[in-house]
């Protein structure tokens, strides 16, 4: 048989033999999509578990974004990071705003809250931070920061599912969050997402929004999208909601094990949850400062790739150096986002991933670190074996 690839994640997947029956309901109903029985059971099933007021569900979570961006009318500059995956800053180019990033903090790589007020032009209308990994943005800061300039925020919160600070859902901070449900996320759909917005108003707004501005039959508000999410999804996203609980359990538990197997190792670094957090382990990334370390991040990628262990660099390069984006004023300077993506490396986890995985790709990097200490004895003993000697000269 041939060897299984270690990828960065493996997408989590409801029982089959539960998702059969809810299959065989749909056949027979012929009800597809359109905001059938599922999908209305699914919204409210996310809004009770989350702790959120209302959920619009989305086909993924671009499509929500820039659905987000058209609900509050946002024009002119938006001020975001370039420490994310691309979608955050496409959906502002597809909606005709500019980009404006700002660089960000080095303890969780989200936009630096110290660094945004500069930034602010009279053309910006409002802020699009994400919390990157799951770790919440300086959500108080941002919105102190919005309240005085008039700006609205939108989260870019796709990596955040079940995150909460202080007990609540961390989707509850800003006028709107959106939510990716990607395969690849802690929470999956196969491909989807969802709006998070506090009021019945803005719901009807987006739903109108994401069904083509459809009302009723005869009434079209305005250009709105087909970004719709089907029964077949939100059936098993259903399905999903129950396990929820145990994937993270599971994360959390390799994530323990990758923290206690790395701790000591001179030169790599992981981010600390911050007490008032219930974090949901969406990532495992790993910061690695060539320097102490003694190798850079690309040659643990490479190493590691040569085990058949298939990491990523979540997030390099940057959004902004980009053709699209690399000729915008703001894309200069963004010194700790370079530095961080420079750094980074987000290791596998997934809620199956076995123990004896994980012990290896300890030891491939201890093993790294090792050498790399030995070299720099060698050099240093050398180093004073020549003083020595020119001494003796
Ligand atoms: N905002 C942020 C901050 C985001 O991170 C994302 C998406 C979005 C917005 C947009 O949300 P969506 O529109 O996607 O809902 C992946 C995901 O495709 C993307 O959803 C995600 N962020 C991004 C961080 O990661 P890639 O290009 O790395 O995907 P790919 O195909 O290389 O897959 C990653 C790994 O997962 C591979 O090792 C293979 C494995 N995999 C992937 C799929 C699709 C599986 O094992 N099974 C699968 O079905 O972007």
Redesign the pocket.
Known sequence: MEKRKI?????QLPPLNEFIPLLADIWESRWLTNNGKYHQEFEKALAHYLGVPYVCL?A??????MAALQCLRIKGEVITTPY?????TH?LKWNHIKPVFVDIEPDYCNLDPAKIEAAISPQTTAILP???YGNPCAVDQIQNLADIYGLKVIY?A??AFGVRKNGSSIFNYGDLS?V??????VFNT????AIICHDLKTKKRIDYLKNFGIANETTVIGPGINAKMNELQAAYGLLQLKYFDTVIDARKYITDKYKKGLQSIAGIRFLDVADDIDYNYAYFPVFIDELQFGQSRDAVFEELKKHDI?A?R??YPLISEFPTYRSLPSAKGLHVAHEMSRQIICLPLYPDLPDEIVDLIISIIENMSEVSAAKISVNVLSDLNRNHDLHKK
């Open positions: 990828l960065v994640t493996r997408p989305f993924n979570g671009t499509l929500a974004l994310s995956f691309v979608a955050t959906s994400v919390h990157v870019d796709a990596h959106i990716s449900f990607h395969a690849t996320k196969v491909e989807g997402g298939f990523r979540y997030f």
